[in-house]
């Protein structure tokens, strides 16, 4: 009998505690609010944020760390997060470093596959918490 993998996944959005797709999260653990230690650009449809690892060399913006929340997933809920993000035509799963209560550790973060959001033109999310991280909130 193999016992239940867990894995360690960064939240940004819509999954976030308060936000309408946590309930995908409710038997899952949280570990704490997190930041990524590697800078991103975050785009939004009003509705929920994008966070990409490359735009247009016209965005005009710099990158920014993206504050979140970590979650330990079992394997279950991970493949019902990547039903939900569409992994692997509107979302990338990828592996980034996190701050997670004051120390680095890995995290599966969602991050937009270029080609499917670049063309849509979607204003990019600029307001940043306290320590100048990017943070979304709802329209």
Request: no cysteine.
């Amino acid at each position: 009998m193999t016992t239940p993998q867990t894995h360690r996944v960064f939240v940004y959005g819509t999954l976030r505690r308060g936000h309408h797709n946590h309930s995908l999260l409710e038997m899952s653990k949280f570990i704490g609010e997190a930041a990524t230690l590697r800078t991103y650009w975050m785009i939004t449809t009003g509705v929920f944020p994008i966070v990409l690892d490359a735009v247009p060399a016209d965005f005009g913006l710099p990158p920014l760390a993206i504050a979140g929340e970590i979650y330990h997933v079992d394997d279950a809920t991970l493949e019902q997060l990547d039903r939900l993000e569409r992994k692997g035509r509107s979302y990338d799963r990828k592996v980034t470093d996190v701050y997670e209560t004051g120390h680095m550790v890995q995290a599966h973060i969602y991050i937009g596959v270029a080609d499917y959001w670049h063309h849509r033109h979607l204003p990019a999310w600029t307001i940043q918490n306290k320590r100048r991280e990017l943070e979304w909130t709802p329209s």
